[in-house]
């Protein structure tokens, strides 16, 4: 249900926080990662929603982000490196929050 676009569209963006909350509550960080591809693609109505702070036009939930660069460090196969750094610069060019699990995650990704 919750990869469903139609479910975005009923929902709204917070759908896409909370399968990839399931996900990691469920010990599958690919399935995170791959949410996170899913609702934050150009295609889907979670790529542009309203901040918290301020009420800017952000592209990407911070989040949903924060998120996703945590389990980017948590796959044990790797290869999440480049799209790790990519999160973290968009991280650092919207000075967007980074919890220290963020953090670690994209350490991890850069190691494996």
């Not at 975005?8 to 990839?20: F, L, N, R």
């Not at 889907?44 to 301020?54: D, I, P, V, Y």
């Not at 196969?77 to 968009?90: C, I, N």
Request: proline share 3%; net charge negative; hydrophobic share 45%.
């Amino acid at each position: 249900l919750a990869l469903d676009s139609n479910s975005v569209a009923s929902y709204g963006p917070s759908i896409a926080a909370a399968a990839m909350l399931a996900c990691i509550e469920c010990s599958r960080s690919s399935q995170a990662i791959y949410a996170y591809d899913f609702f934050m693609s150009g295609d889907q109505s979670a790529a542009s929603e309203w901040q918290w702070a301020g009420g800017n036009i952000t592209a990407v939930k911070p989040l949903c982000r924060d998120l996703a660069l945590q389990e980017m460090g948590n796959v044990k196969k790797g290869g999440f490196g480049h799209d790790a750094m990519r999160l973290f610069s968009e991280i650092i060019e919207e000075d967007s929050p980074l919890s220290t699990n963020a953090l670690l995650g994209l350490a991890h990704s850069l190691e494996h």
